[in-house]
């Protein structure tokens, strides 16, 4: 990534990025100097969407890190503004900046149900659970407007369709209408992502995100509706939130949360140096420990892409990691395997002149 100058505080005020510098496909940006000799007052950045209309939906992967082929994500951007989110670099694609273009230029794909609809119906479709908000949050703030993910979610629904929801949005709390019927046919289960209970840290790491009380809120209202719900631990950042391990676990299974998982803090591309600029100005004086501990796990480097690596890296700190959170999920009885979706309901989508929609 180009080199940025931090943008001031106050027009970035509840951002977590303090750079804006181009993505890995741009040439450079700068700031030019218009000829008048008075300063100018910018505006403070705020919130523009987009509209994309997708030819597709469903993307399909073959990772072996990962536990679902297929997923689908009805926004590009998330206004969350998580600053160690490892989606940023996919807005590179897009012409716009991983930093905070990421968190306040959102394109929003409102025809994703329909397109959503017309792909599960093809011949050649085959069911497997699909995964929302594997890339950014589906229950971002605006989804409280737009009700993307809850239109793919009534399609999911009217066709038995499983799927698995990853979010950290209460908004999720919205749905329970099509969660909890879907979830009595064993259709859904959704993953409510915990970094650290310190509110203050949350604030500053994850600034449009609902506080952590909130997620726990959120988790206990799902599980009390029916659904199962998985606290994620993740990313464990370690030097910083890597002591809230046991912590996290205690709070999430309190709440409700039948199982868990985690994953290491990732700094793919233009990741680490967004991050690192965080560090700088949020934690200085624990920065040089957190990179040292992050490259020890990646063979000296801030990150290592390897399948079977790049979500928990290598070496003691990791391994101890591990095992801490392994112990602590076995003893609070969050370490048994989720029961598998139930694909055996799927039906496609009745079409618009289909013989069967008259019976």
Known sequence: MTPSLPIDKDRRRARGAASNAPGRFEPSRSADWDGWDMPEEL???????????????????????LPFDRSINPYRGCEHGCIY??????????????????????????????????????????????????NTDPYQPVERDMSITRGCLEVLAECDHPVAIVTKGTLVERDLDILAPMAERGLVRVGISLTTLDADLSRRMEPRAPTPARRLATIRRLSEAGVPVRVMTSPIVPGLTDHEVEALLAAGREAGASTASWIMLRLPREVSELWQEWLAENVPGKAARIMARLREMHGGKDYDAR????????????????????????RLGLDAPSPPLDCGRFRPPVRPGDQLSLF
């Open 43 to 65: 505006p403070a950045l705020r919130t523009e969407v987009g509209v994309e209309v997708p030819k597709s939906l469903i993307t399909y992967n073959r990772s072996p890190d």
């Open 85 to 134: 989110c490892f989606a940023r670099p996919s807005h590179a694609y897009l012409g716009l900046s991983p930093g905070l273009d990421f968190e306040t230029r959102l394109i929003a794909r409102p025809a994703a149900p329909e397109v959503l609809a017309r792909e599960l119906g093809a011949k050649s479709y085959r069911v497997a659970p699909i995964a929302i908000g594997t």
């Open 307 to 330: 399948w079977g690596h790049r979500m928990r890296g290598e070496g003691i700190h990791a391994e101890l990691i591990g095992k801490r959170f392994k112990a602590a999920a076995h």
